[in-house]
């Protein structure tokens, strides 16, 4: 088996090179969903306020799309290409090649379900919290932007089984 292209640089290079392409295939992916906007969806994107009707079907499809991409352009194609010059062999980088225990399997289920009501607890306690008067300008603008998140997720934004 040949030998990595980058396998014996140091950890900074490594770095350099992995931030490098995080913010190349970042920008990249950006443009690839701007351009199915204007072609796919069209929406005039060089417009201002082009995105920002969240009530119409085609710019949440829109929103969406660039999101994924932009999405797998930070974080999958990057690792991916960074794992084979870093080690030459994807699989074994990332341990495809190992396979979880039924015991490692059922523990992650597990945490996984105790841990919803802790969060929600969380949440409870975050909804309730009441800052002292000199921060009250910052308290209600965090309950502002909780607000306009809130009616995001409970518009078209977040029903994540349709696109387009």
């Known amino acids: 088996m040949a030998k990595a292209l980058m396998a014996d640089r140091t950890y900074w290079s490594k770095f350099m090179v992995l931030v490098s392409m995080i913010l190349v295939f970042t920008v990249f992916m950006s443009l690839i969903g701007f351009l199915v906007g204007y072609f796919g969806f069209g929406i005039d994107i060089r417009q201002p306020n082009a995105l920002s009707n969240i ?92 607000e306009s998140a809130a009616d995001l997720t409970r518009g078209t934004f977040f029903h994540l089984l349709h696109i387009g």
Request: proline share 5%; glycine share 8%; charged share 10%.
């Open 55 to 146: 009530d119409d079907p085609n710019v949440v499809g829109l929103l969406k799309s660039i999101q994924i991409l932009t999405q797998f352009g930070m974080f999958i194609i990057p690792s991916i290409i960074m794992a084979y010059l870093v080690s030459g062999s994807i699989g074994k980088w990332f341990t495809l090649d190992i396979y979880p225990g039924g015991v490692a399997v059922l523990t992650c289920v597990l945490i996984m379900l105790c841990s919803i009501p802790f969060v929600n607890w969380l949440v409870q306690l975050n909804a309730g919290m009441d800052l002292p008067a000199a921060f009250s300008g910052i308290e209600s603008y965090m309950k502002q932007m909780e």
